[in-house]
């Protein structure tokens, strides 16, 4: 197959780009200064001057803070941006895999979200990137709509590099004990990612790697693992004000994916194993 991925320069992107080429598939990897999303001109002639027969979608602004004094740009891209995608996958009949987030739901509860449950954002990034699977979902009936969440991998910043930053200088660390959630390793959802591009089982999944945990609890199991000696307290949501509201509960069902025959992802502490080595601890 010969697929075009958005986002090519980022955490995910790049190690997307990596397995497609594993499996003998042709990347076609574009960044912003390829092919800005934002530019549905620009869009429609990469897209179609490409001749791919399906688009991995991992662009978007994921500044989650900075979007609630952003939003027009946000909205621009991470809605705007995928409406233009999708219009020129209608047209050319790609498939359109659309890499979305667990900040589409309003975090409720204790229940693992659904793919299928109603979506009720708690701020501009997760509002927009709702607008974003609408806007596929209006265009297009070969998509996927993949939602992740807790995202790390080599290329990129993320909560385990700055955990691993922090403890050089500081004695005791205060983490957020009040939001789980499952933490995803870039590696390992690329592979998914590229079974799923494979198929034709189109629809809205949710992939983490498996097992549930809290951020405190996340920071923990990194210091342990990497054998690092620091205390670690657990503290409220309310310890660190922040512009966008999060959700509380973050756990999705992964049970769509077993039931189209995927395979799920490790548990998140063996992938954790796999980047602290990958980075050097």
Excluded at 161 to 170: D, F, S
Excluded at 207 to 215: D, K, Q, V
């Amino acid at each position: 197959m010969k697929i075009l991925v958005t986002g090519a320069a980022g955490q995910l992107g790049h190690d997307v780009m990596d397995e497609l080429k594993k499996r003998g598939h042709e990347g076609i990897g574009v960044d912003v200064q390829e092919m800005d999303i934002t530019d549905a001109e620009k869009v429609r002639q990469v897209i179609t001057a490409a001749d791919v027969d399906a688009v991995i979608h991992c662009a978007a602004y994921t500044a989650v803070d900075a979007a609630e004094d952003n939003a027009e740009l946000c909205r621009k891209i991470n809605a705007d941006g995928t409406e233009h995608i999708a219009r020129v996958c209608r047209d050319l009949d790609l498939k359109m895999m659309y890499i979305s987030t667990d900040y589409v739901f309003d975090g409720q509860g204790e229940r693992p979200w659904d793919p299928d449950d109603e979506r009720n954002p708690l701020n501009v990034y997760g509002q927009t990137k709702y607008e974003g699977e609408l806007a596929i979902e209006q265009n297009l009936d070969k998509f996927f709509i993949v939602r992740i969440a807790w995202v790390f991998g080599v290329n990129g910043k993320n909560f385990i590099k700055t955990m691993l930053n922090l403890a050089k200088n500081h004695d005791r660390l205060t983490v957020v004990n009040d939001q789980t959630g499952s933490p995803t390793y870039t590696y390992d959802l690329a592979r998914l990612l590229a079974d799923m591009i494979e198929t034709d089982k189109y629809g809205r999944y949710h992939a983490t790697n498996e097992g549930l945990c809290t951020w405190y609890e996340f920071a923990c199991e990194i210091f342990k693992q990497a054998g690092i000696e620091i205390e670690v307290a657990p503290v409220g949501s309310d310890e660190y004000p922040a512009k966008a509201k999060r959700p509380e509960n973050s756990r999705m069902s992964k049970d769509k994916l077993t039931q189209n025959g995927f395979e799920r992802l490790p548990a998140w502490q063996d992938a954790l194993a796999r980047y602290l080595k990958e980075i050097g601890y």
